[in-house]
């Protein structure tokens, strides 16, 4: 089955620390992008990719970083610059990265910092 | 800039009634609108999309939507609730500014609950 996998589910972070969350696609689909949710918020964009080894942040991508190394991967790191880490952080992809195009959505990872 | 604004961020009905959740946008150029769905602790999954033609969008589960370009509006609907119904329903907009890349920008969200 086509789609995207993101992992962990769920992830605990300490003080101080990075963490890196996985996002992997077997859609063949060139965009990546991940997005924060917080509730009552709606979704906020924090990095995309439309081809490998290339990105661009989004609205919010102070305290984060990626990579994009090989079209079906886009992995977030977490970092401890990041002051208020805890949402809920949903990986997507499209065909092209076109606007007419929809986003494929992962499972999603929650992050909590302990 | 482009905007989207869901009036309402909690909507209840009774099983069998209509739903209708509000979504207004903010656009300078024709926009492409979508709908999404979204099911505790899960991904979005898309219900429907304007983009070009015909401004009536049906979609999956029964909803359908309508692109009003003079209300800058695009309300989702279905005629009978499901329990199944009860989610988070996300509209967005594709950011057509700048490098573009298909990113979207989202409204805030409408929890719909169904009612027994």
């Known amino acids: 089955d086509g789609g995207i996998t993101q992992s962990p589910k769920y992830l605990f972070r300490k003080e101080g620390q990075n963490v890196t969350l996985s996002c992997e696609q077997n859609l063949n689909h060139d965009a990546m992008y991940w997005y924060r949710q917080d509730p009552g918020q709606g979704l906020r964009l924090i990095y995309y990719s439309q081809i490998v080894n290339d990105f661009q942040k989004g609205d919010i991508a102070e305290g984060y970083s990626v990579s994009r190394e090989k079209k079906e991967s886009f992995p977030l790191t977490v970092t401890s610059a990041q002051k208020n880490p805890t949402a809920f952080y949903l990986c997507?992809?499209?065909?092209?990265?076109?606007?007419?195009?929809?986003?494929?959505f992962g499972q999603g990872t929650r992050l909590t910092v302990v | 800039a482009q905007s989207v604004t869901q009036l309402g961020s909690h909507v209840s009905v009774s099983e069998g009634a209509l739903v209708l959740l509000r979504c207004n946008y903010s656009s300078s150029v024709p926009p492409y609108l979508f709908w999404y769905v979204q099911y505790p602790n899960q991904g979005l999954q898309l219900l429907l999309k304007?983009?070009?033609?015909?401004?009536l969008v049906k979609g999956i589960n029964g909803f359908e939507a309508e692109f009003k370009k003079s209300e800058t509006s695009f309300h989702l609907t279905k005629p009978s609730a499901h329990m199944s119904d009860a989610a988070e329903y996300f509209c967005?907009?594709?950011?057509?500014?700048?490098?573009?890349?298909?990113?979207?920008?989202f409204g805030q969200g409408t929890e719909l609950s169904v009612k027994p």
């Open positions: 997507a992809s499209s065909w092209r990265g076109q606007p007419n195009t929809e986003a494929f």
């Open positions: 304007y983009t070009t033609g015909a401004t």
């Open positions: 967005a907009v594709s950011d057509l500014t700048g490098n573009q890349g298909g990113k979207l920008i």
